[in-house]
C-alpha cells in the first residue's frame, strides 16, 4: 500500500470519487494474496477522470497504449475503446524498474455511484481509502470469471463466516 500512498493522498485531497478494487482490495478486506498494482473503479465523469489522470502524471506514472491518457477523461473515445478494443481498463505505469501499476476500471459490471456508498472507508496513516464492500466484490469477480477470481470469492466468504 506505501508504494501508492502518495497517489491516494492526492485523491483524497483532490476528492477524487474512487474506491479500490481487485487485490488491493481483497486484502483490505482480510484476504491474502500477492499483489503489487492497485486496481480502481472510479466515476467516469470527464473532470473526475482528468483528476486522476493529473495525479498520476504528476506522479510519474505513464501510459503503455500508444494514445494521449486524456483520453481516457473523453466519453465518447472511452467507449469506443471498450466496444471496439474490448478494454476493461486504462493502465499506467511507473516505469520500467518497479512493478507499480494502476489499472482505471472503465468497463464494470457494477455501477459506480450505488457501489460508492456502500464502499468502506478505511484508515491508513493519515490518508482515508475507500475499498469496494464485500458483497460488490463478489459481484465484480463473479463477472470476470477467472479462476483465481472464483478462488478470491470463495476465500472472502470463508473469511466472512469466520467474523
Known amino acids: ?6 497517489v491516494l493522498k492526492a485523491f483524497q485531497k483532490q476528492k477524487v470519487k474512487y474506491f479500490i478494487v481487485g487485490g488491493m482490495a481483497f486484502n483490505l478486506l482480510g484476504g491474502n494474496r500477492t499483489t503489487l498494482d492497485m486496481d480502481i473503479l472510479v466515476e ?4 473526475n477522470l482528468r483528476k486522476i489522470v493529473n495525479i498520476l502524471k504528476k506522479s510519474g506514472y505513464h501510459v503503455k497504449q500508444p494514445v494521449n491518457p486524456m483520453d481516457v477523461a473523453v466519453k465518447k473515445i472511452r467507449e469506443d475503446w471498450i466496444q471496439n478494443k474490448n478494454m476493461k481498463a486504462f493502465n499506467f505505469y511507473k516505469d520500467d524498474t518497479s512493478y ?20 468502506l472507508r ?3 496513516h493519515s490518508t482515508t481509502l475507500n475499498v469496494i464492500s464485500p458483497d460488490d466484490f463478489i459481484v465484480m469477480k463473479k463477472h470476470s ?11 472472502l466468504q470463508l473469511i466472512r463466516k469466520m467474523r
Open 1 to 6: 500500500m506505501i508504494l501508492y500512498e502518495e
Open 44 to 47: 467516469l465523469s470527464d473532470i
Open 100 to 119: 507499480e501499476e494502476v489499472d482505471i476500471v472503465i468497463d464494470s459490471p457494477i455501477e459506480f455511484s450505488k457501489a460508492f456508498k456502500k464502499a
Open 122 to 124: 478505511v484508515r491508513l
Open 145 to 155: 470469471g477467472r479462476e483465481k477470481d472464483i478462488q478470491d470469492i470463495n476465500d
